[in-house]
């Protein structure tokens, strides 16, 4: 199971929010997620938006004691049928021990995604989209939002993993995980597995763009470490990973 999957790979070009009701998820590679979001040449931020991976702080709640990855975190809002989010005020992220069996429980705070990236026009196209596409499945919900920014860090002593708490549930109702950058790095494989573990499909986000789309409340999903292809580089995965809650 692969991104080339002729049945997931032809559903989510033509319509990804349909594979998602029907099937729970969908990966949409990047070229046909770009026209979604409505991105055209050199009317986008990308690069400015790309860049401010750079430089996060660590995240210092790891229980496994890893030092491989780094972050950012925002909270926003959204009423019924609205394409444009409202940013909150900065918060902690919290996720019980039911869906986070290694750094649930407690109150974590992230530095802020800067202000001027959450309302530059990249991150704005990619809230409305998602707006959109989970806003069909739930029309009357009004949405807590929570966008992740993160690099996992790949070295020769440490391999870094994008889900230390493995295969996983977020609590939530609609997740997007969307892949900006991979540097030097092999692995990252996403698996997507039902409710009972099943797994029912796998695939990598190479691309800048390339997505995944999940229902949280009908599959599960995880990725796979990710190691150096050259040791002598810097080798890391950045994503971002936004989550939708109908409050």
Not at 8 to 26: C, I, V
Not at 193 to 201: A, I, K, R, V, W
Not at 210 to 216: E, F, M, N, S, T
Request: aromatic share 8%; proline share 7%.
């Amino acid at each position: 199971m692969n991104n080339t999957s002729t049945d997931s790979g032809s559903a989510a070009l033509s319509d990804p929010g349909a594979l998602l009701r029907s099937a729970g998820f969908a990966f949409v590679p990047g070229n046909a997620f770009r026209p979604l979001l409505g991105m055209r040449g050199q009317d986008n931020d990308w690069e400015t938006f790309a860049a401010s991976w750079n430089g996060m702080p660590r995240d210092t709640y790891m229980a496994d004691g890893g030092r491989y990855r780094f972050r950012r975190h925002a909270t926003l809002s959204a009423l019924p049928g609205s394409r444009t989010p409202r940013q909150e005020a900065h918060q902690p992220h919290y996720q019980s021990l039911d869906y986070n069996t290694l750094n649930g429980g407690v109150a974590r705070w992230f530095e802020p995604i800067p202000t001027e990236i959450l309302s530059g026009p990249t991150f704005q196209r990619i809230f409305g989209t998602c707006c959109e596409l989970f806003g069909a499945l739930r029309p009357e919900a009004a949405w807590h939002i929570e966008a992740h920014q993160f690099r996992i860090q790949a070295t020769t002593e440490e391999a870094g993993q994008p889900t230390p708490e493995g295969v996983h549930r977020d609590g939530v109702d609609y997740v997007l995980v969307m892949m900006v950058r991979r540097e030097n790095i092999a692995s990252g494989t996403t698996t997507i597995h039902s409710t009972d573990g099943t797994l029912l499909d796998s695939f990598t986000l190479t691309e800048p763009l390339d997505a995944a789309l999940v229902d949280d409340h009908r599959c599960l999903h995880g990725v796979t470490p990710v190691v150096p292809l050259d040791n002598g580089r810097p080798a890391y995965r950045d994503v971002l990973v936004v989550t939708f809650r109908a409050r």
